[in-house]
């Protein structure tokens, strides 16, 4: 997507440069684009946000299908339960008033925050790049009941909520791929139903929005989660804890008929082995690095099973319905996030012992 910046040879790379502002015009856009967060169909970001509950009155209609700024969700045809709930997300805060110029946070949004907040020669080069008058086009075209190309149903660009000290600025995401880590420092404050979570995106930055009751919503690995055993599965959702809550959303997920959340847990500290040919895409990122989803039986740690792994069978032996038991079911629910440069080479012989102890 972004033009190559790379085409000259080492023999022609001259070796005094201009300021930026005497660049040429085409050449300075240029610049901007290939600084712009990289986008296609196995390039994704991963954005670490706040959940905000959406409260309704319950004693009247439902103010958020009833909004008339709401496009794409057909009450009627929708499987309700009981546990229904909305949420929005918020973004983190900009780091550009730290004195380090450092932030915690490593969100994917941040990436072309600076883009989307320099200059207008920035701003037009970070629209360009995203194709966001494209977007706005096929937004307002007229809706025609047969149309199937219609925005809510592509990987259309959204914004998150921005943090209270950021009104201004426009953190942007794209629901249908990107995936969300979830800040768990406040327990008490996450529903405890995945049918609680639907999660309500706007179109860009406009009024304008719609219902993603699927998503990919994501917790980062504890190895504390490791530190006591797996309760029985009504105390372990007793728990205040992230395990505890993880366990609180994957009930019910037996229930196929009502679209819900899909569910990943990110490790960046275990180790994991490719399997041979296998192309490892999409890519997700964030501002610290590249991801990739592997199989559980994947991860690593000195030359055995990773912590995650051993964590998630033992999960999944207290959640599992022991009635209709298919092993090891809530790792087939569960989608496992590494860090692409935590690959180590694939040792045999420690892979056969590993055979051998299972």
């Given at each position: 997507m972004t033009e190559h910046l790379d085409d000259l040879s080492a023999a022609d790379t001259p070796t005094t440069f201009q300021s930026f502002p005497k660049l040429p015009t085409e050449v300075r856009l240029r610049i901007w684009k290939h600084a712009c967060f990289p986008r296609s169909q196995i390039d994704h970001g991963i954005h670490y946000v706040t959940v905000n509950i959406v409260h309704e009155d319950?004693?009247?209609?439902?103010?958020?299908?009833?909004?008339?700024?709401l496009e794409g969700y057909d009450e009627e045809s929708t499987v309700e339960s009981d546990d229904d709930g909305y949420v929005t997300l918020t973004a983190p805060k900009l780091p550009f008033d730290d004195p380090a110029g450092r932030s915690s946070n490593a969100s994917a949004c941040l990436w072309d925050a600076g883009l989307s907040t320099a200059c207008h020669e920035s701003r037009l080069a970070f629209a360009e790049y995203h194709n966001l008058k494209g977007w706005r086009e096929l937004r307002e075209k007229p809706i025609n009941t047969t149309q199937t190309n219609l925005w809510y149903h592509q990987a259309y660009p959204s914004t998150l909520v921005p943090h209270k000290r950021d009104k201004n600025w426009c953190p942007m995401t794209v629901p249908l791929f990107d995936i969300f880590c979830i800040?768990?420092?406040s327990i008490k404050k996450l529903p405890k139903?995945?049918?609680?979570?639907k999660l309500l995106t706007p179109f860009l930055s406009t009024r304008t929005f719609t219902i993603r009751e699927s998503w990919n919503i994501a917790i980062k690995y504890d190895k504390s989660w490791n530190k006591k055993l797996v309760p029985q599965e009504y105390r372990l959702k007793r728990?205040?804890?992230?395990?505890?809550r993880l366990a609180n959303w994957l009930d019910r997920f037996n229930d196929e008929v009502i679209p819900k959340p899909n569910v990943w847990i990110i490790d960046d500290n275990v180790e994991w082995v490719a399997r041979g040919e296998q192309t490892y895409t999409p890519v997700y990122r964030d501002c610290d690095g590249e991801y990739v989803q592997i199989d559980w039986e994947d991860a690593r740690r000195d030359g055995a099973k990773g912590d995650v792994t051993r964590f998630f069978e033992r999960l999944s032996d207290v959640l599992d319905d022991e009635i209709d038991y298919v092993p090891f079911r809530t790792k087939q629910i569960v989608k496992l996030l590494v860090r692409k440069d935590n690959e180590i080479p694939r040792d045999p012989n420690k892979e056969l012992e590993l055979r051998s102890d299972e």
């Open positions: 319950f004693e009247g209609e439902d103010i958020v299908t009833s909004d008339n700024n800040d768990m420092s139903s995945l049918y609680s979570m728990e205040n804890t992230p395990r505890g």
